[in-house]
């Protein structure tokens, strides 16, 4: 399968290395065309606010808003997807979820956690940068994985958001599950 990378800001690199040892075709995206020509669309992290601002300047922001493509955020790209973030306003609306930006405090700015992620595996490597994390899931929602209280992936339907970066690590696995299952079934639906 070919899945883009949203390439405004971010690891892209890492996460097409990631597609390709799933054993798929991993593409940069730069324009809104190109989503006519992939299957599923990975979201980097990166920061937000500017992802946000470049989003709305190369018209990303519509163009994701009415698409179905399945989507994979992680970190910043999981903020990008949520229908509600904390004190600011929501931007995507794909996951039904509220997002509180900066949640693991200041000391432990960044930090690595082995994750039992429902569905993948019990010990996916889960590194956190300046990571979000999700307060609350509303309907339709499911809890993937949790770090103490704290929620860090959810998928609903196609959606598929995660608060660390799986792709600074070599463990792809959480990639791989986002084309092999959640691409795959959205394709073979929609056949
Ligand atoms: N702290 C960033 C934000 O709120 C996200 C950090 C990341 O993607 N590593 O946008």
Request: glycine share 10%.
């Amino acid at each position: 399968m070919k899945i883009g990378v949203l390439a405004l800001q971010g690891a892209v690199r890492e996460h097409i290395r990631h597609i390709e040892l799933s054993g798929h075709e991993g593409v940069a995206v730069k324009r809104v065309e190109q989503l006519n020509e992939i299957d599923g669309l990975i979201l980097p992290g990166g920061e937000s606010t500017t992802l946000r601002r470049l989003m709305n300047l190369y018209g990303f922001k519509e163009a994701l808003q009415q698409s179905t493509l399945p989507m994979f955020g992680t970190c910043a790209g999981l903020i990008v997807m949520a229908k509600h973030i904390a004190g600011e306003e929501g931007y995507l609306d794909k996951l039904n979820i509220t997002v509180e930006r900066n949640s693991f405090g200041r000391q432990v700015d960044s930090f690595e956690s082995e994750l039992d992620v429902k569905g993948i595996a019990k010990d996916i490597e889960g590194v956190f940068i300046r990571a979000p994390h999700i307060a609350e899931i509303h309907e339709g929602v499911e809890l993937l994985s949790t770090v103490g209280e704290k929620i860090v992936a959810v998928q609903e339907g196609q959606y598929l958001g995660v608060s660390f970066h799986p792709e600074l690590t070599d463990d792809y696995r959480v990639t791989q599950y986002f084309i092999d299952h959640i691409v795959k079934s959205a394709l073979t639906e929609t056949v």
